[in-house]
Nanobody, 125 residues
């Protein structure tokens, strides 16, 4: 069992930065991790993922702007978000999974077992 708690969301102007954190309990280092987001009226979409061996995967619209990382000693997942755009506005969720999944599928919600409650990110123009 893994419990996940996100923090770091807030309101910023376009072009600004935020860093999201996700504190995890349990055997954090054994799980692949992902960040997902959901805007009002839209489905939940994968933003970035990181495997047990630190292989990363990003959605096309955040490549070069967002960076996912993990600190296994602190049981914490991060998402550094730079050059934010209004279309990045959404509730952001972290998730953990423990199955055998190729890294290029880690942006799909179906492969995750555990989810946090989310943190809101609002980007104004």
């Amino acid at each position: 069992q893994v419990q996940l708690v996100e923090s770091g969301g807030g309101s910023v102007q376009a072009g600004g930065s935020l860093r999201l954190s996700c504190a995890a309990s349990g055997y954090f280092s054994r799980y692949y991790m992902g960040w997902f987001r959901q805007a009002p009226g839209k489905g939940r979409e994968g933003v970035a993922a990181i495997g047990v061996g630190d292989t990363t995967n990003y959605a096309d619209d955040v490549k070069g702007r967002f960076t996912i990382s993990r600190d296994n000693a602190k049981n914490t997942l991060y998402l550094q978000m730079d050059s934010l755009k209004p279309e990045d506005t959404a509730m952001y969720y972290c998730a953990a999974g423990g199955r055998v999944v190729p890294y290029y599928l880690l942006l799909q919600t179906d492969h995750y077992n555990y989810w946090g409650q989310g943190t809101q990110v609002t980007v104004s123009s």
